[in-house]
């Protein structure tokens, strides 16, 4: 059972920058792919960011490609989302999922592992 654990988010103002970190433990976390997601208040939870098992496949939704940027540290059992130029429709509650499989998927129910979430705000 692999657990996951994100952190990072806050409040910001618009322009302004997050790393989020997801931690995680209980598996080989170099095996597994894993993907940031999104769900804004209202709104069906999305695709963010997706990073294969060794980090040399990466997915970006269209809404964030060159701005955000997803990766890995495999030693440190962690995959990071970094986001630049935030924009008030970036707020949202962040998840980062798990997959065990060597490449990049892109839909919800592939996923298998959860995490809590981290809340972002980005004020205009």
């Known amino acids: 059972q692999v657990q996951l654990i994100e952190s990072g988010g806050g409040l910001v103002q618009a322009g302004d920058s997050l790393r989020l970190s997801c931690a995680a433990s209980?598996?080989?976390?170099?095996?597994?792919?894993m993907g940031w997601f999104r769900q804004a208040p209202g709104k069906e939870r999305e695709l963010v960011a997706a990073?294969?098992?060794?980090?040399?496949?990466?997915y970006y939704a269209d809404s964030v490609k060159g701005r955000f940027t997803i990766s890995r540290n495999n030693a440190k059992n962690t995959v990071y989302l970094q986001m630049n130029s935030l924009k008030p429709d970036d707020t949202a509650v962040y998840y980062c999922?798990?997959?065990?499989?060597?490449?990049?998927?892109?839909?919800?129910?592939?996923?298998?592992?959860w995490g809590q979430g981290t809340q972002v705000t980005v004020s205009s």
């Open positions: 999922a798990a997959v065990r499989t060597t490449g990049v998927l892109t839909t919800e129910g592939d996923y298998d592992y």
């Open positions: 209980g598996g080989i976390f170099g095996v597994y792919a």
């Open positions: 990073i294969s098992w060794r980090g040399v496949s990466t």
